[in-house]
């Protein structure tokens, strides 16, 4: 048996690969078969992260296997799916079993976290790099995509942004801090948490959402393209952690602007569901508002047009994706 | 706008990116939405095709892009299921737009020969790989696994076996040879014609089923392992094209039993159903029976047990995969 064999019965055996609801075959045949129920259908999404690229090189593999997973899940959270399961195919240069074994323990942490199943995938000799196609259901013609936005809807995000970008330094090794703020910051970028649940209650309610992961900015852009509106921004509407405001100073708020890789979800919200939301969801905060118009606007505190940041600090997903 | 970026609209805008029967949203929003009809299932398989592994470097993009599809779409066909679609995820270390429109012609070619449709995907910077995650559907509980061969069944295969073997020499340049025999094999290699429509016909007839990419006694190992069962081979009865016996001479039953790389089906049937086999699908051959017992015995001509070939020759597969 080839070492590669080994580790496709490495995975087989994982936490997260054992029978799930929803899927009626798993690892091992030629295909897995995913089950849906009737009036819902699959949601589907492929994220690949490259070694050098994506993540630095000699990553810790626990926490890599982690980051992996909630990247490509948080895409369910956008569309409002529950999650059922996920392939991942692996390009790895060698096969070493500690490496593989810290991996596998990320990977089933944060996929018992998700509630996702890995029901299949393939494994390669190569530069270091990984492709995971998760799958959700999400009843028929309830998804949320990026072009329901309506005028004088209110824009929402999730929760307080940039503590990916401002873990940025210390991800690179460019920048010391063994604090409680660096830990929390270190956490959000190897750890984020897939605002899932969020994402199936904002079925029915909001009118478009997405994840961000190119920055506030960015992908608000996105959804005002789709709409075919304009977003407009209030910057010290956005929340801030703590943490990021200890370790970044006057450099948090361009952080959660223009750092991405936040992983919480954006979204634009009628005003009439704004008290459920309050009550359900406290960390959701109102940024900004929905008006006729195209791109995004940003206002200062005085209520002022400022030019957006620029996304100037280095960023893993800038060159790649 | 980036030039990955462009690479997605690029794909975006391409043939088999258009709306699709089952495909309720495409590319361009967080995931992609498929439809399957009641009573189904969807069926998921994930390939990587890395360079300098599953094919030789400086590859010509438009074949690149027919083969990794076929490569991948031929997991659906030995599951018995349907095409529905597929996520492309792709690595280049630059987007130079001639290659790349000729990458996306090849797959959209293929694509369109198995009724698939591109629904998804990212493309990141870094040595070049492809993803696919092929979907399928299939009638819940009628997948053709690896598990189901009974004693006394049929060994069948699609198909003339070997023409990919014998390609390789010719596809990694260490022999030259521009006669039709030789075209016909690079074309077999290149261009695999995924068994979709033999494989929905075997619904209800096979007992189990596989894609031959290993490699014939392999993959027909694969079969026996998941069934509990031995599959004795008559080496006489596998089928070898006239091209290949030009080309490999002497070599061309090894290359028929252990070189791969096929993307044939293997299937077991019970002998009930033989007439229609013929009738219907004329280049299927039998080849060989179930029998009690583990393990793959290959006979001669004499009806002796012989030890089967090595795979000896290299094998873009055999390091990774």
Redesign the interface.
């Known amino acids: 048996m080839g070492e ?1 064999e080994l580790i496709r019965r490495f995975f087989a055996a994982a936490p997260c690969a054992q029978p799930a609801e929803g899927v ?2 798993g690892i ?9 129920p ?1 009036g819902e ?14 993540f630095p090189h000699s990553p810790d593999p626990f926490l890599l296997g982690q980051r992996a997973l909630a990247v490509a899940a948080s ?2 959270a ?2 409002g ?1 529950a999650p059922l399961g996920f ?5 790895v240069e060698q096969a070493d079993a500690a490496w593989l074994q810290a991996f596998a323990q990320g990977l089933s942490q944060m996929a018992q976290d998700c509630g996702l199943a890995l ?9 270091l ?1 990984l ?1 995971l ?1 998760v ?2 259901r ?1 009843p ?1 013609g309830q ?1 949320l ?3 329901g936005a309506q005028a004088g809807d209110l824009l929402c995000v999730g929760g307080e942004l940039g503590d990916a970008a401002g873990a940025l330094p210390l991800v690179l090794g460019q920048r010391e801090s063994s604090g409680p703020a660096a830990q929390q910051l270190l956490q959000r970028y190897w750890a984020p948490q897939p605002q899932l649940a969020l994402g199936q209650w904002l079925r029915g309610r909001a009118t478009a ?3 961000i992961s190119d920055g506030l900015l960015a992908d608000c852009g996105h959804i005002a393209a ?1 709409s075919g509106l304009a977003l407009q921004i209030e910057a010290q509407r956005v929340p801030l952690s703590p943490a990021l405001q200890e370790i970044a100073g006057v450099a948090a708020r361009d952080c959660a602007l223009a750092g991405g890789d936040d992983y919480r979800l954006a979204f634009t919200l009628p005003a009439e569901h704004l008290p459920a939301l309050r009550a359900q969801w406290p960390a959701c905060a109102v940024i900004g508002q929905v008006l006729a118009g195209s791109g995004v606007q940003l206002l200062d505190a005085a209520g002022c047009l400022v030019d957006p940041p620029r996304a100037g600090y280095q960023h893993f997903g800038s ?3």
Chains 1, 2 share one sequence.
């Open positions: 590669f009626a075959l091992g045949d030629d295909c897995a078969l995913l089950q849906l009737p259908q699959l949601a589907v999404s492929t994220d690949t992260l490259v070694v050098g690229v994506h895409d369910l956008a569309m799916a392939t991942l195919a692996m390009t029901v299949g995938g393939d494994t390669t000799r190569g530069p790099s492709t196609t799958f959700g999400v028929a998804a995509t990026r072009s959402a997405l994840d789709a060159a790649g994706d």
